[in-house]
């Protein structure tokens, strides 16, 4: 008898772990608390328990590599979607699985526990509430999917006086319109991305701006070289590989050099002290458009508030209206009670998916890491893997094996981030899809590859890691995905070619020369595999 797999939220991570159950046979039923699917990426007024955007949001990550890996984004979608473009994608992946009927809907779970024979069966209650009403049922495994941009973070006790403010002050959470703002002045806390994405879209209607900041930061186009999106050209195996052979300081050089040619971060007052490897970059395109015209005005941290203005560390004062605590989220699994402890951001997930100490490996979290990428592909990779430990195709190691690994993973973040309830979930892209790919024994074989189809490889290895990389081999190995990655730079310019233009003649060259040297890089890291 088919397993039953209780898959709590509809979000993207709900959607493709419903679609990674059925591909290995089991039997799921997806719980989502809202009216719809989609998660945060749905656009709608603030609710208790769900994620929350604003109604310009447009992703940061490009089509080619935040796709789910076995269903390209339709080719004339543009490469960094609005959030209604987002959900069109959404919606046909679960069309074309056909996943919606798996689905309750407007269904809540409110706790999830042990049975009492649970150290043989491994198996759950479950107990979920639908129109007020409580329904309690067994199920052989469960796979969490509730996202981790629901609960505001906001640190009111390290702003003394923000109690006797008059003004306003909310979350970036509840922010949706950037009318409202109109003549006001505003100061939004915090350089993250969303705290960059508001003072640019709030600048645009207020008298002014400030964006106060206690780091600083990098800042990062999603224009990148020769307009191609910025995860395109920074996420590939030749870069991570050529990268590792370097010295973090020389990594950290070259790319603060290149941020630094678009603008000089010191000029624009945003400069940090930490090196660009030692935080979560900010991905930001209009920012210094809106710095260089005044709109944007860059200050320290707020020392504190009296009843209409803001006192920053350095002693000056600006009269604000508006304060926005772009200061973050945190994430817990109240409905899992003692299974999965959080404390401030820090959890301890073998992988950032199973629980290490369960007598049985039947509970995983899906979808709680913070990559320099996109969610989606590893939320899926991750499902690929964890339900094939649920049907017992792969195992997992000792505990006191996973406690050591979770271990080691927390003193390489410690010694490379920045100290900080952000950092406790950070993942690089390329390393931790391989991680997670060779647990579930689709990781592709460069060297094999390069003798059996040399096309593809040079396209997989210098080309973008983009998630189709992971279905050419292995368990859920789909047909299409050769011809999915030799046509991957068609889709990403297919978008922007809406008028016909001609190239002149003699800069035809110049693509030859680099093939030539790539040639000749080629032949070089063969050898190097040898
Ligand atoms: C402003 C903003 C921009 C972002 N931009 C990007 C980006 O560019 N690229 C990127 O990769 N990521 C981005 N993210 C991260 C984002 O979290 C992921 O893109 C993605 O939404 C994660 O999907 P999810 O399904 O894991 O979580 P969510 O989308 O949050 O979905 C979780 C679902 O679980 C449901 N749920 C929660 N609790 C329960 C319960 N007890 N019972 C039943 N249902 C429940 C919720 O209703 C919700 O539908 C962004 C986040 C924010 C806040
Ligand atoms: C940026 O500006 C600072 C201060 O003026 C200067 O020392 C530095 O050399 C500049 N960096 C670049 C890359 O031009
Ligand atoms: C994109 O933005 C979201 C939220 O604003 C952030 O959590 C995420 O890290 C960003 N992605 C990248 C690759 O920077």
Not at 357 to 367: D, R, V, Y
Request: with cysteine.
């Amino acid at each position: 008898m088919a397993k039953k797999v209780a898959v709590i939220g509809g979000g993207s991570s709900g959607l493709c772990v419903i679609k990674c159950c059925l591909d290995e046979g089991l039997e799921p039923t997806c719980f989502e608390s809202s009216d719809d699917i989609g998660g945060l990426w749905r656009f709608k007024d603030p609710e208790a328990d769900r994620a929350s955007i604003y109604k310009s949001v447009i992703i940061n990550t490009s089509k080619e590599m935040m796709c789910f890996s076995d269903y390209p984004i339709p080719e004339e979608f543009p490469n960094y979607m609005h959030n209604s473009k987002i959900m069109e994608y959404f919606r046909m992946y679960a069309k074309h699985f056909n996943l919606l009927k798996y689905i309750r809907l407007k269904t809540k779970v409110c706790s999830v526990q042990k049975r009492p024979d649970f150290p043989s069966t491994g198996q759950w209650d479950v107990v979920t509430e639908t129109d007020g009403k409580k329904e309690s049922s067994i199920f052989d495994g469960i796979l969490v999917c509730t996202g981790h941009h629901t609960h505001p973070h906001m640190p009111l006790h390290c702003f003394p006086g923000i109690d006797k403010f008059k003004g306003h002050y909310f979350h970036s959470r509840d922010y949706k319109h950037p009318f409202e703002f109109s003549g006001k002045r505003v100061v939004v806390i915090g350089i993250g991305n969303s705290g960059g994405d508001l003072a640019v879209e709030i600048s645009h209607t207020a008298e002014q701006v400030f964006l106060s900041t206690r780091r600083g930061a990098w800042v990062l186009n999603r224009v990148g070289d020769e307009g191609y999106p910025v995860d395109i050209v920074l996420t590939s195996r030749a870069k991570a590989f050529f990268s590792q052979q370097m010295t973090k300081s020389m990594v950290n050089a070259w790319a603060e050099k290149r941020l630094n040619a678009r603008f000089n971060h010191s000029h624009y007052s945003l400069r940090p002290q930490h090196r660009i490897l030692n935080q979560h970059p900010t991905i930001n395109d209009d920012l210094p458009n809106r710095i260089i015209s005044g709109r944007v005005l860059v200050k320290p941290n707020i020392r504190e508030f009296t009843e209409t203005a803001a006192i920053f560390e350095d002693g000056t004062k600006e009269n604000i209206d508006v304060v926005v605590f772009a200061t973050g989220y945190s994430f817990s699994f109240p409905f899992l009670e003692n299974c999965v402890r959080v404390v401030e951001n820090e959890v301890s997930l073998y992988k950032f998916v199973f629980p290490p100490h369960l007598e049985k490996p039947t509970l995983a979290i899906i979808g709680l890491v913070q990559p320099l990428g996109a969610i989606m592909p590893i939320s899926e990779m991750q499902a690929r893997w964890a339900t094939r430990v649920l049907t017992g195709l792969a195992k997992l190691p000792s505990a006191s094996d996973m406690m050591a690994d979770i271990t080691q993973k927390k003193v390489d973040m410690a010694k490379r981030y920045v100290k900080s309830p952000r950092h406790t979930i950070q993942v690089d892209f390329v390393e931790y899809m391989d991680e997670v790919a060779c647990q579930a024994g689709v990781k592709p074989s460069l060297p094999s590859l390069f003798l059996t189809d040399p096309k593809l490889a040079w396209e997989v290895f210098f080309g973008p890691c983009t998630p189709y990389q992971y279905r050419l081999e292995g368990p859920g190995k789909w047909d299409g995905a050769r011809k999915a990655i030799l046509t991957q730079q068609e889709r990403i310019l297919k978008p922007m070619k809406t008028r016909v233009v001609k190239d002149s003649p003699n800069q035809a060259s110049v693509p030859f020369l680099f093939k030539l040297i790539g040639i000749v890089a080629l032949f070089a890291v063969v050898l190097a595999y040898f």
